[in-house]
């Protein structure tokens, strides 16, 4: 009998480390979730890229390894995106230099703050609506359902705040879903008086409808790797901190 009171003593021991293991982890979880998002302000100055003709310059002392750990921290924050949703978007209001990255495989390359790092994380999870649908470059744009900040003027960061406000309660899945239900009343007005010939709002509707039979978000979609290391295609040009009218320096 006291043999199996000590082991039932050991067990509950045991269980009682590992819940606080748990929580500690979880605990951890979220403060590494800003941790991450921190460190996602570059140390270094702005890269000055253009893209016609394809063109850089990298400032003295450029830390191509703090690059890389950037990169690896937007990686982390891009596979965990559903519990960082809420540090995502403390970042989505920050406008330190952070990378440069393509838009998608056949864009060019543009310089990104911390906010549109984050803002862009959100939004490829939560439009995945876009699948659905057929689109033109100026389109796409039309059909932001995640505010993307670019200068993070006053009216930029009270847009992403007003926009998380209304849905913070929302999972993954009920975003998405709020995301489909936004894009086919958009399509709606968009078609109205016409015919939709692609057939997008009946796509949509489908697809939000399987979403809705599921306990499960959609996948995500694709975030291209930032740069780091010069582009091999892109000329390399001296480094100047007086600039031109299109941003490189003056020759």
């Known amino acids: 009998m006291k043999t199996l009171l000590t082991a039932l003593l050991f067990l509950a021991a045991c269980h009682t480390a590992i819940a606080q293991q748990t929580v500690g982890k ?27 003709p394809p063109t850089i310059a990298i400032p003295p002392n450029f830390d191509w390894k703090a690059q890389e750990r950037i990169e690896e921290n937007r990686a982390i924050l891009y596979d965990h995106c559903e519990e960082a949703l809420p540090f995502l978007i403390e970042g989505c209001t920050d406008s330190r230099f952070s990378l440069v990255s393509q838009w998608s495989e056949d864009t060019d390359y543009y310089s990104w703050n911390v906010g549109r790092v984050c803002a862009e994380i959100i939004s490829r999870h939560a439009e995945v609506f876009r699948d659905q649908m057929h689109f033109s470059l100026p389109r796409w744009h039309r059909y932001n359902f995640v505010p993307v900040p670019h200068a993070l003027a006053e009216k930029e960061r009270k847009e992403i705040q007003e926009w998380w406000h209304t849905r913070k309660s929302m999972s993954l899945r009920e975003l998405q879903l709020a995301g489909f239900d936004w894009a086919i009343e958009k399509c709606k007005r968009e078609f109205k008086g016409q015919s939709d010939d692609e057939g997008e709002i009946k796509a949509l509707v489908a697809a939000r409808d399987k979403l809705r039979k599921s306990s499960k978000p959609l996948p995500d979609g694709v975030m291209w790797k930032s740069l780091v290391a010069p582009p091999k295609n892109y000329k390399v040009m001296p480094w100047t901190e007086s600039r031109n009218a299109s941003g490189m320096p003056n020759q």
């Not at 570059?42 to 016609?52: D, L």
Request: glycine fraction near 4%.
């Open 26 to 52: 979880a605990k951890g979880k979220e403060l590494n979730y800003r941790k991450l998002i921190k460190e996602l302000v570059s140390p270094n100055k702005p890269i000055r890229i253009q893209n016609y």
